[in-house]
């Protein structure tokens, strides 16, 4: 067995939730997904990333399940993981934590348990931007049309390039922490997370990239959405990809067909074509970039654009190619691919497409991290409803290679 370094960082793992809207008859944590608890897929991701000591905050009367699942997940740093007893409120769980950081640890992050399904990578990158004046805060940017409401009516529309949606694991410097959580103790203010809390001490937060897999398993909904990705997705366990046949390059078809008849201008192939009729779905119906995120999710064996982006998840409603395509390269980087080229084709009739190729194509590389894109476009002669004008039918191919190194 090796010997593990003490740590100077350490995560606290809040597990005390009911679980209530999951309508469940466990504690959330303890909830399966599939023959692994979500606090087990938590673990898996926690002794996965660079060692720290591990605490696990437990619901009163489950701490030896959480003993369980601890060992089952730590092997060899069984050494840096322990349990205690969560408190009534998420504070007052947090705060058990603290108290039981070793005297060496200078950097503590506090993560959901809920949020079981995020990558290693994310967990490393938040302890890597924690400075000794800053936090760290992993986020995804608001794609929603987001609006300002009063009595049931819309009184305005809010500047989305000014949010972020909050995830966890969020990262501290341990002194500045301890104190912010006295003070609020002092006050007796409640916060929504330990972000807000540390901000309102008067420290500063920084932001770092999250993942889309860093979603939190609340309702029914979310805990299926969690299992058709572990039911698709390669293990991420941290372990090298084995070399040979899984090394080869894989290749994905992707189709999307959608019907004229939304409002507003047409967005296809990433841009914006005004004066066109646009194409009806449920985000801007660009049927190119759909057909692009099918076939890229079917390369890598991710499912399909409904398991991650319909109309299940409604933060992608009017959303554009950049945000797909965008997070759909995440989805295949954290699954240990990336993307070759892409090819796509697209049949109707309008809009005319050739004087448009070339910036098409670079918006959609731009959007994939620079993978090569070619984009064609062609009519059917008048056959079928794509030559009748009624919409646009496109089919693509995607190359993946597999990376070597860890699932991220």
């Given at each position: 067995m090796s010997i593990v370094p003490v740590p100077h960082t350490a995560i606290i793992i809040v597990a005390a939730g009911s679980g209530?809207?999951?309508?469940?008859?466990?504690?959330?944590?303890?909830?399966?997904?599939?023959?692994?608890?979500?606090?087990?897929?938590?673990?898996?991701?926690?002794?996965?990333?660079?060692?720290?000591?591990?605490?696990?905050?437990?619901?009163?009367?489950?701490?030896?399940?959480?003993?369980?699942?601890?060992?089952?997940?730590?092997?060899?740093?069984?050494?840096?993981g322990r349990v205690v007893t969560g408190g009534a409120t998420r504070q007052e769980s947090v705060a058990a934590g603290l108290a039981a950081l070793w005297g060496d640890v200078t950097t503590v992050l506090v993560h959901d348990a809920a949020r079981a399904l995020t990558p290693p990578s994310v967990i490393d990158a938040v302890a890597a931007a924690v400075t000794a004046q800053a936090a760290a805060l992993p986020v995804l940017p608001v794609v929603d049309t987001l609006k300002r409401v009063d009595g049931g009516v819309v009184t305005g529309t809010v500047d989305r390039s000014e949010l972020a949606a909050a995830q966890t694991p969020q990262g501290f410097p341990r002194d500045a922490l301890e104190a912010a959580y006295a003070r609020a103790a002092e006050e007796g203010a409640e916060y929504t997370d330990d972000a807000a809390l540390f901000a309102a001490a008067g420290h500063t937060v920084r932001l770092v990239p999250g993942s889309e897999r860093s979603f939190k398993i609340t309702t029914p909904d979310d805990l299926e959405r969690a299992r058709a990705l572990l039911a698709t997705a390669p293990p991420s366990t941290g372990a090298r990809r084995d070399r040979g046949a899984s090394a080869l390059p894989r290749v994905g078809i992707g189709t999307d067909v959608h019907a004229f008849g939304g409002e507003g201008d047409l967005w296809l192939a990433g841009l914006e074509w005004p004066g066109e009729q646009p194409l009806s779905g449920h985000s801007d119906g660009d049927a190119v970039a759909h057909a692009i995120v099918d076939a890229l999710l079917g390369a890598a064996g991710l499912g399909d654009i409904g398991t991650h982006f319909g109309t299940a998840h409604p933060e992608f409603a009017g959303a554009h190619a950049d945000v797909f395509l965008s997070a759909t390269r995440r989805l295949l980087a954290e699954a240990g691919f990336s993307i070759g080229n892409v090819s796509v084709q697209f049949q109707g009739n309008r809009p005319r497409f050739s004087a448009r190729r070339v910036e098409a194509e670079r918006a959609l590389s731009a959007a994939?991290?620079?993978?090569?894109?070619?984009?064609?476009?062609?009519?059917?002669?008048?056959?079928?409803?794509?030559?009748?004008?009624?919409?646009?039918?496109?089919?693509?191919?995607?190359?993946?290679?597999?990376?070597?190194?860890?699932?991220?």
């Open positions: 209530t809207r999951l309508e469940a008859r466990a504690p959330k944590a303890f909830v399966g997904i599939d023959n692994r608890t979500i606090l087990r897929h938590a673990l898996d991701g926690v002794f996965a990333a660079q060692p720290l000591q591990v605490i696990v905050v437990a619901p009163a009367g489950h701490e030896g399940d959480a003993q369980t699942e601890l060992l089952a997940a730590a092997g060899d740093r069984a050494d840096l994939l991290g620079g993978a090569p894109v070619s984009v064609t476009a062609t009519t059917t002669d008048a056959l079928g409803f794509p030559g009748r004008g009624e919409g646009i039918a496109v089919t693509a191919v995607a190359l993946v290679v597999p990376v070597d190194g860890p699932h991220r």
